[in-house]
């Protein structure tokens, strides 16, 4: 079955750095790359999601990039804000059209100091 | 519109007792999911419905646990003879259908004593 794993599993960064989050995957049918982020005693928040067919997403200050062929994505967050403070898991999915399970990482603590 | 419901928020059982744990998806998604996430680490899958059927329920770990979803819409995610480990937090998540697009409920905080 897929594997993700995900790194670092904590990143602090100051108010308006970048932050970036990686993660490889082990199934090469694996087509679908969403990120979701969880705050503490909350329900994870779809923020982005990238599909097989294109190598870059991008939506205000988060993008996501895909490289296929090395079997990993990565999640940028610009001009962080101390509101982006929160636990994010990438996950993948291999939609066969009878299931579509997400695989998660093991997450990363985001840590935005002022 | 509203999002994914899931009661009870929290629910404190001892060890053997049965438990019922319930999933409203988001209105016309036909796709819906559980996943249990335990304390620091990512969801992890149980089973999933398209419709009434489950399309996969490879992640239920043991026959203790079983889920249904007889109207194609709510869901419920059953759990036999409780035991300590079952202890996490039970997540359901539901999809347009032909995506993978999932939306995740606030869980349920299961507490077996």
């Known amino acids: 079955g897929e594997n993700v794993e995900q790194h670092p599993s904590t990143l602090s960064v100051q108010e308006g750095d970048s932050a970036v989050i990686k993660c490889t995957y082990s199934?090469?049918?694996?087509?679908?790359f969403p990120w979701y982020k969880q705050e503490l005693g909350k329900r994870p928040q779809l923020i982005i999601d990238i599909r097989s067919n294109v190598g870059e997403k991008k939506d205000q200050r988060i993008a996501v990039t895909l490289n296929k062929t090395a079997k990993h994505f990565s999640l940028h967050i610009t001009e962080t804000q101390p509101e982006d403070s929160a636990v994010y898991f990438c996950?993948?999915?291999?939609?066969?059209?009878?299931?579509?399970?997400?695989?998660f990482g093991t997450g990363t603590r985001l840590q935005v100091t002022l | 519109g509203a999002g994914v419901s899931q009661t009870p928020s929290n629910k404190v059982t001892e060890k053997g007792k049965y438990v019922e744990l319930r999933c409203d998806p988001i209105?016309?998604?036909?796709?819906l999911y559980w996943y249990r996430q335990s304390l620091g680490q990512g969801p992890e899958f149980l089973i999933y419905?398209?419709?009434?059927?489950?399309?996969?329920d490879s992640g239920l770990p043991n026959d203790r646990f079983f889920a249904v979803r007889p109207e194609g819409s709510v869901s419920t995610l059953k759990i036999q003879r409780t035991e300590r480990g079952d202890s996490a937090v039970y997540l359901c998540a539901s999809g347009p259908g032909g995506t993978d697009t999932q939306y995740f409920g606030p869980g349920t905080r299961l507490t077996v004593l």
């Open positions: 209105s016309g998604h036909t796709a």
């Open positions: 996950a993948a999915s291999d939609n066969t059209g009878t299931a579509s399970k997400l695989t």
């Open positions: 199934d090469s049918a694996s087509n679908y």
């Open positions: 419905f398209q419709g009434t059927g489950a399309a996969d």
